[in-house]
């Protein structure tokens, strides 16, 4: 599912310059739930956008779902995020105006053609528990819902891969817990997890953990 | 998308409220100074087909008083000698010439404000006959008048002008010009009047006899309209000629500082508004950064972004422009005797034709406007990396 060889990533701060990922390696099988963890600042984040390819490596190459993204054009990329992966931020990066049933469906007006299935995101509201709240705006929802609706918005095109950004952070231990079990579900269906956490108490629910140090990912 | 677009407008509704009235008074600037300029023209051409003439011929040294009698409905009184009347229908190209007589009253039972009393020859008429053969199956009888649209009275309802009793035999419909404040009677019967006001009327009137105010010409060809107007002027010394493009053209002369101001100030409204609309767009696309990078994550591409932006303000441009020339439009239409006194112009409603191309131009403007003022935002929109966008952003 992906292959990641020696990622380099550079920022410059003034003269400064950053190396968050430092010939990072990396593969993953299909239907993995593989867990990176490691302090803040380690290039986690970057290293997990790098593989939905909504940046670029500074060297390197990074192949998902035996696509090159390195080499393939920025609107071949989307395309492969459209069809492939579904994001789940730290943030619930809902739109505010939209409500609730049109956020899961957002992806289909904004990348896909066709019409709208609304019966599959009705049915993602009820897997992820919200679905009285299909109609509601954002602003209305707790924390702990706005991130289960984002979970709904990243299964609604069916990706084989979901990348997953500290989907926990700030939630208690009661909805981290209904969170992780709602991945763990979505992982024995047959999805690709590669989710980014600080919080080494949630390996139980992965089937393998790494973790990010000095810019390389070591075994756990 | 173009449902996003709708509900990202909707839902943002003070940012979009200012952007939209923003683009409603330049649309509103845009069309009220063509507006006004049309329905002075379509006045003027209104009126002078109302008279059914070509070319109208007047005193050389009263030009200025017969356009303020026919454009702007200001009585007057002036006259030449009626030998012009011959000479004129002697002209080539002249196939029917009608003669009036202009006479000005000071007040009237009928009106607080001064009439313009105009005497026709009915046996000669082509301006006034027609039109009441046509509506009532009888001409002009004795004592009888034709009033214009601003004259209070029914049909039937009688006037007196210097002591003298007329009825109303018919009324004009409105053309916007001064033959709505004006009274048509017969010629014969003006000299009754003038007769009888040196014993009836506190200041009696005079009509000498063997004069003519105005002779209304129709040509064989109104193609040649222009050449016919020439040889008048040339042969028949002491007169000159108005016809619809010189009346038009006077109006518009009179309506240029009006309409430069009008100009002045859409142009000023689109300098003023593009920069500030512009910069509404990019602080709009820079609080919007993170909403972005979440849709390119969603697979959206860098077109779509750059679509998505300029659709919501081509969109905001045009709810603008509609609700500016809607809005203008009625007070332009509710106030139109005011505007036409203020600029002493003949106003009358454009035709739907006249109405749709300046509002159709007004409108293509102000979304075009709409257009340019997304463009840097959307383009660095669309070219921002989404990991970019995500990070620096806000939702």
Redo the contacts between chains.
């Keep these: 599912m992906i292959e990641a060889m020696g990622l380099v990533k550079t920022y410059h701060d003034g003269e400064r310059e950053i190396r968050p990922l430092d010939g990072t390696d990396f593969t993953c099988s299909t239907g993995e739930f593989v867990l990176i963890v490691g302090r803040s600042g380690t290039g986690k984040t970057?290293f997990l956008?790098i593989l939905?390819g909504?940046?670029?490596p500074t060297t390197g190459t990074v192949l998902v779902a035996g696509k090159d993204l390195i080499a393939i054009s920025?609107?071949d990329c989307?395309?492969l995020?459209?069809?492939s992966i579904g994001?789940v931020?730290q943030?619930?990066?809902?739109?505010?105006?939209?409500t609730v049933i049109?956020n899961v469906t957002?992806?289909i007006?904004?990348?896909?053609s066709g019409p709208v299935d609304v019966n599959r995101a009705r049915n993602l509201l009820e897997r992820v528990g919200l679905h009285e709240k299909a109609m509601s705006l954002p602003s209305q929802l707790s924390g702990g819902e706005l991130k289960r609706i984002a979970i709904a918005?990243a299964l609604m095109?069916k990706p084989a891969l979901i990348l997953a950004d500290e989907p926990t952070a700030d939630l208690d231990v009661d909805t981290e817990r209904e969170m992780m079990e709602l991945f763990r579900e979505i992982n024995r269906a047959g999805t690709t997890i590669v989710m980014v956490t600080h919080n080494l108490d949630l390996a139980s629910y992965a089937s393998r953990v790494v973790r990010m140090e000095k810019g390389k990912l070591v075994p756990v | 998308m173009l449902g996003l677009i709708v509900k990202n407008i909707i839902r943002r509704p003070v940012r979009n409220g200012a952007l939209i009235l923003s683009f409603a008074f330049i649309a509103a600037s845009l069309f009220s100074g063509s507006y006004l300029l049309a329905g002075a023209s379509d006045s003027v051409k209104s009126g002078i087909s109302r008279l059914g003439a070509n070319i109208i011929v007047v005193p050389q040294n009263d030009t200025a008083e017969s356009e303020n009698v026919l454009l702007r409905g200001e009585p007057s009184t002036f006259f030449f000698d009626n030998s012009v009347v011959p000479q004129i229908e002697n002209v080539s190209g002249v196939e029917e010439v009608e003669p009036q007589i202009f006479v000005a009253t000071l007040a009237a039972s009928c009106c607080s404000l001064p009439v313009q009393i105009i005497a026709i020859d009915p046996s000669r008429d082509f301006t006034i006959t027609p039109w009441l053969t046509k509506n009532q199956e009888k001409p002009l009888g004795m004592d009888e008048i034709i009033v214009g649209s601003k004259i209070p009275g029914d049909v039937g309802a009688s006037l007196t002008f210097y002591g003298h009793s007329f009825t109303i035999a018919g009324k004009l419909e409105p053309t916007g010009t001064g033959i709505d404040t004006s009274v048509f009677v017969r010629t014969q019967d003006a000299y009754v009047m003038a007769e009888e006001s040196k014993e009836k009327a506190l200041v009696p009137i005079e009509i000498p006899q063997g004069v003519v105010s105005a002779v209304l010409v129709r040509v064989s060809d109104p193609r040649d309209a222009a050449n016919v107007s020439y040889r008048i002027m040339n042969q028949i010394p002491g007169t000159r000629v108005l016809t619809t493009s010189t009346l038009v053209s006077t109006v518009a002369d009179q309506l240029a500082g009006t309409i430069r101001i009008m100009n002045l100030l859409a142009l000023v409204a689109t300098l003023v508004s593009l920069p500030l609309i512009a910069l509404i767009s990019v602080m709009g696309a820079n609080e919007r950064r993170r909403e972005i990078g979440v849709l390119r994550a969603l697979g959206a591409t860098r077109t779509k972004i750059f679509q998505l932006i300029i659709g919501e303000s081509v969109a905001i441009a045009a709810i603008g422009g509609i609700l500016g020339i809607a809005v203008s439009w009625i007070i332009l239409v509710m106030f139109q005797s005011y505007i036409a006194i203020l600029t002493r112009i003949p106003l009358a409603i454009p035709s739907a034709g006249s109405f749709l191309s300046i509002a159709g131009t007004a409108f293509i403007i102000t979304v075009v406007v709409g257009g340019l003022a997304a463009l840097y935002p959307a383009w660095r929109s669309a070219l921002m990396e989404p990991y970019e966008a995500i990070r620096s952003g806000e939702l």
């Excluded at chain 1, 943030?91 to 939209?98: K, R």
């Design positions: 970057t956008n939905g909504l940046t670029r920025d609107a989307a395309r995020r459209y069809q994001f931020f943030f619930p990066g809902l739109l505010s105006t939209l049109e957002l992806s007006g904004i990348a896909g918005r095109n």
